[in-house]
């Protein structure tokens, strides 16, 4: 079975940084493409970053050159880096690893990232 494990939320002020890790475990996923989404409290959960099995990346407009996003095939895991912090990236971070053949999708359990003073 798979599952995914996050690591790295916390509370920073406006202008941090904080490094967000997503580690797999149960089956073989470095072909998965790989992505982090986020929930605020009354809104839907929104793609924040996606790297593809290739290495291509996509970006939300609200974090483009503030967070960077890459992955490591050999430990099955994704990572986020996230600078320049804003009090609108207050959210629930999710990882996620898709695969299109057989329209699979493992979610992790969910970190918390507040941005506040």
């Known amino acids: 079975q798979v599952q995914l494990v996050e690591s790295g939320g916390g509370l920073v002020p406006p202008g941090g940084s904080l490094r967000l890790s997503c580690v797999g475990s149960?089956?073989?996923?470095?072909?998965?493409?790989m992505g982090w989404y986020r929930q605020a409290p009354g809104k839907s959960r929104e793609l924040v970053a996606r790297i593809f099995s290739g290495g291509a990346t996509v970006y939300a407009t609200s974090v483009k050159d503030r967070f960077t996003i890459s992955r490591d095939n050999a430990k099955n895991a994704v990572f986020m880096q996230m600078d320049s912090l804003k009090p609108d990236d207050t959210a629930v971070y999710y990882c996620?690893?898709?695969?299109?053949?057989?329209?699979?999708?493992?979610w992790g359990q969910g970190t918390q990232v507040t941005v506040s003073s």
């Open positions: 149960g089956s073989v996923l470095n072909n998965y493409n």
């Open positions: 996620n690893f898709n695969r299109l053949i057989g329209n699979i999708n493992y």
